[in-house]
């Protein structure tokens, strides 16, 4: 088993504060969720784990497996086992998922050895069948005027390559339709595994229902608020975010 | 931006190396009518092209340098201390590479000239500063009836046709550097293509500077003949000398009715080379002059292939992909004359501009009042690497009349830190996810490419946008 750690973790853009004293730790073998209302940096959180260059963090760490992966560039971080399905995915033109993948995997291997191409295909078009995408999609261009639930289709195809060790996924179901929430999620869920952990980051339950996590987070103002287990999620469902933004305020105040 | 100059410099490697070459004539330097006499002498000229030099020459003199428009740094360039002829003697170029000169032909097998010519050549003409050491033809080629030769050797051998059209595409006084070539040319490829044959294999020309203060100046002259197709690949290399080198052709295309010509360039001149090249292309009915123009090299290129639509129905098109990097100014374009009713012309340019680089776009389009159904087709797009990085467009498009039709497009982009980390993240390096960005930017284009210069110009942008980052 391997251990995503988040160590009480201070992480500002510019001048303003996001995360303020973040903890959580994610073993593999779990699917983690958090929630939280817009704007208590959700994203951020996954943002910084990637290591995105606009974020510092100021203080705490965080841990892949005891080590610390902060001075870590994103690629080094991606290779080591870290992957993001992004709410906005970055289109790339000209360059066709075919031909992206190809390169994200051969950047894993070790100098001098090429990618098989034979087994490469035959593993992309099993992942594109288990997420119902035609063989055409293949020699598009990443994103390029794909839906929104292309592009999350796209996300998780990705992921099912790359099989990371842990799975960040940053509000997949934004900008889905209940058939296309079906398909991504029986895409995720084929992925779940001893050998992975995911984070999975929403703002409704509705996810939930299809990606059933083991625990449940709140994040409030850069923070875990509560934590327990799916029923929680269905407690905010239920009552909003207010009960939990209460002692935040008292906290911010004292 | 200090690792950018090393990394170019790797970029470069291919091509830069020098081997120590004797020359046996030596027009020594700078250009006047005595330089002239020298280089007929040499070459056994008649006197009909001794006397179109010296007009030429007068042209050149009198014409001023085109800096009111064009770049200032035109000014480095010291006409006086430049080499106009270097030669080895034994004009007739040699017909297998067993016979090239040892000093001469190492350089090629290193560039791997000869080894392309037997996989996927018709023929090949290799120049060495100003003549060419080695030109063939593959047998079956020949049989057909097509002509490929040097210009020297054309000009005393094919008279015929050779007078008929050179000159008349390009005038001598057509800019300053076509004054000059029409001095001092010497080396470049005539090709005569007979009516209906069609050359499957393309023909090439591999032009090679090798000496310092040297100008090269070849002229190059196609004809296809009614109903025939060919296709010309050249490609260049020069060392890198740490003082300015002048590359200095004109190219004419002569497509007869139905005929067609493709003409691709992959330019990879050393960054101390001055490149100021004319090329243009006569299209008559039904007939098609394509140029596919690649620059990645040179310190200055100045090149705007043209095409002339002179009879009915007649298609050009350019497509051109111009990478500008650390100190480099790529000034590239194109020029489209409509002279007959329902020509169609295609222009798609891309420059990608890294470090202090500049790519300039400059088109010109013209469809006069009295033509009907004529079009043009304009895309030019820019992609901008660093923050000093920077691209000019400067289109001139006169579309005159009711019944013709014009569209121009023109984006300016730049590689997006969201989208790196993007590539990053999925474990790609910040230099290959550049390079991969470039390489998908100019993929559309680079497809036009035949394979083997597909995959050689996907590896120099990878070479290039390694040091274009950190």
Redesign the interface.
Known sequence: MKHLKIDNLHVSIGDREILRGLSLDLPTGQVHAIMGPNGSGKSTLAKVI????DYTVTSGDILFDGESILVM???AR??QGI??A?QY???????TIA???R??LQ??LPEGEELEATEYYAKLYEKMDLLEMPRNFTSR?VNEGFSGGEKKRCEIL?MAM?QPTFALLDETDSGLDIDALKIVSHGVNSLRGPETGMLVITHYQRLLNYIVPDFVHVMINGRIVESGTKELALKLEAEGYDWATEPEAEAVGA | MSNTQTQLDIDREKGNFRYDVDYEFDAGTGLNEKTIDYICDVKGEPDWIRQFRKDALKKFLEKPMPTHWASHDLENIIFDKIRYYLSQGGQKPKKTWDEVPEDVKRTFERLGIPEQERKFLAGVEAQFDSEAAYSNIKEAVGKQGVIFMGSTDALKERPEIFRKWFGKVIPTGDNKFSALNSAAFSGGSFIYVPPGVKVSHPLQAYFRINAENFGQFERTLIIADEGAEVTYMEGCTAPKFDTATLHSAVVELVALKGAKIQYITVQNWSNNVFNLVTKRGLAMEDAEVKWIDCNIGSRLTMKYPGVVMKGRRARGEVISIALAGDGQHQDTGAKMVHAADETTSNIVSKSISVGTGRATYRGLVNIPRHLKGCKNNTECDALLINTSSRTDTYPAITVRGTGNACQHEASVSQV????I??????????A??MS??V??????LVRQFPMEYSVELKRLIDLEMEGSVG
């Open positions: 990637a290591g995105h260059p560039e994103p690629d991606a290779r992957f993001l992004f995915p970055s289109e790339i033109p000209g360059v031909n992206f993948l390169a994200a950047a894993r261009a990705q790359l | 997006s830190s969201e989208q980390f993007y590539m990053q993240q999925r474990g790609l390096t910040e290959q996810a991969l960005s390489n998908g930017f100019v993929n559309d």
